[in-house]
């Protein structure tokens, strides 16, 4: 790092953590003041409620949302729109001049559609200037996880890969914050450290599910990527980030995840 440049990492917010928000915002608006943040997004739990209102069921395979034409319209509304500004105006109030956008915006994101999951996109890099651009302005920018495929179609990207993605592009820690104390084992004690054998082994066992599927890979490919350290973490409380970046010392509820030997 540059002499007197701030540390970069990128920051995931998903789980419930997006509706109760207030507290791990506050801590997030501590980090801001001496780290270069960039935020992304999930909203899952929202759009599923949006979805449910309008007659639509949600639907994932291995913890990613399968999405057809109708649902991405409001995905990109409920994302890009309802999220996005809602996270923009808590930062604010806190004090922290917040900038929203989505993958979409500068190319932020280019993905590669995944044709089984409908209108959806596995990230396959990032063109991260807007971020330093961003950064540059002392602006902390927060993106939501939709972007163009190939053919210059929207899609609906898992947040944990899109922020995956730009930590690997920014060569940034990545911190993410979810709704349970880290990776949890069979006996649902919060395992303090993972590779990526054991990972795919638990994986394989069924004890990692759902959402942790695409959290836990999405950390492996950044790893491989060379992204120095990966923390899945608790991201309930004031000080979440704070304990997960080491910054402040707290009670041990995050994973660690490990670059390859
Ligand atoms: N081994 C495990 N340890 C911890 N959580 C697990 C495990 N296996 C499955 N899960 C589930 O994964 C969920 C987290 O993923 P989920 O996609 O729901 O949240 P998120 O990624 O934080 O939010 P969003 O998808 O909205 O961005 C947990 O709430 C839990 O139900
Ligand atoms: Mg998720």
């Given at each position: 790092m540059p002499a007197g440049a701030r540390p970069l990492v990128v920051l995931k917010l998903g789980g419930e953590t997006l509706a109760e928000q207030h507290d791990t915002l506050a801590g997030v608006a501590d980090v801001a003041r001496t780290h270069d943040l960039v935020i992304v997004h999930g909203g899952g739990r929202r759009l599923t409620d949006w979805l449910a209102r309008l007659g639509v069921e949600s639907r994932f395979e291995s913890g990613r949302r399968v999405t057809d034409e109708a649902s991405l319209e409001v995905a990109l509304a409920v994302l890009a729109g309802v999220v996005n500004a809602e996270l923009v105006v808590a930062l604010e109030r806190l004090g922290v001049r917040a900038v929203g956008l989505t993958g979409i915006d500068a190319g932020l994101l280019i993905t590669e559609r995944v044709v089984e999951l409908g209108r959806v996109g596995r990230v396959v890099?990032?063109?991260?200037e807007i971020i330093r651009v961003l950064h540059g302005a002392g602006l902390l920018p927060v993106v939501a996880p939709v972007a163009l495929d190939r053919d210059g179609a929207v899609c609906n990207v898992n947040a944990d890969e899109a922020a995956g993605g730009l930590a690997a592009a920014l060569t940034a820690r990545l911190v993410l914050l979810t709704d349970t104390p880290g990776v949890l084992d069979r006996e649902g004690r919060t395992i303090a450290a993972l590779d990526e054998p054991a990972a795919e082994a638990l994986i394989g066992d069924g004890v990692i599910a759902g959402g942790m599927i695409p959290k836990v890979r999405g950390a492996l490919v950044a790893l491989q990527a060379g992204v120095p350290e990966v923390v899945i973490a608790?991201?309930?409380?004031?000080?979440a980030l704070g304990d997960a970046l080491g910054v402040v010392d707290g009670p041990a509820t995050a994973t660690r995840l490990t670059p390859p030997g």
């Open positions: 890099s990032a063109r991260p608790d991201g309930r409380g004031r000080s």
